[in-house]
């Protein structure tokens, strides 16, 4: 983020950069201890959803991977809760991503309110609408919500999509592409070579060369 502060500097590293503007735009939450929360669920996407910022088709979560596991039948939640899996365990990444979703499900539960801090939106609960927007693409598990049993990841998604300014956001020009994501290990050949091309996806741009 070139100027962040007015005096020339630049912010680097994404969750800094998403934080720092949170603020900036009145999301981060009302109180102390919502900016916690927020902080705390925050953290706990990007190590499970986002990989620890390394891709978005990991190890702990893959939407490919669920989208294939819908294609072969799968329904329901063979995986137990993410707060009883070890740290380092044998589980399957379809248990895993399913794991990893119910964490957020678990807390729009617990709230009842909506949104997962509070009773209006926070940046977390645009990251987690970014990432259940993919999921719910066409070409991935439309129907998860439904399939896997994430009822209120379900309403929430819908809920959100409708708030005219993201409503507004996702059908304009000025939205970045879908684009399909690197394969492949980090730093390997196969990775280097894959990714950044335009998919089709919902309200998706086409980017014009």
Request: hydrophobic share 35%.
């Amino acid at each position: 983020l070139y100027n962040f502060d007015g005096k020339g500097n630049s912010l680097a590293e994404e969750t800094a950069i998403t934080q720092f503007l949170a603020r900036q735009l009145g999301l981060e939450g009302n109180t102390e201890a919502d900016k916690a929360l927020a902080n705390m669920l925050y953290q706990q996407l990007w190590c499970t959803i986002r990989n620890n910022g390394v891709t978005h088709d990991g190890e702990h979560y893959s939407a490919p991977v669920l989208r294939d596991a819908a294609r072969q039948g799968l329904t329901g939640r063979p995986a137990p809760r993410f707060q009883e899996m070890h740290r380092v365990n044998n589980r399957s990444r379809v248990e895993r991503s399913l794991a990893a979703l119910g964490v957020f499900e678990e807390q729009l539960e617990r709230t009842g309110t909506g949104f997962l801090v509070g009773d209006f939106p926070t940046y977390v609960d645009l990251a987690l609408f970014v990432n259940l927007f993919e999921l719910a693409e066409p070409d991935r598990v439309p129907d998860f919500a439904e399939r896997f049993n994430f009822p209120r990841l379900g309403a929430f998604l819908e809920a959100m999509e409708s708030r005219p300014q993201l409503a507004a956001y996702l059908r304009s020009s000025g939205r970045i592409p879908r684009y399909s994501r690197p394969v492949g290990a980090p730093g390997s050949k196969a990775r280097m070579e894959s990714g950044y091309e335009y998919c089709p996806g919902k309200y998706s741009p086409r980017p014009e060369y």
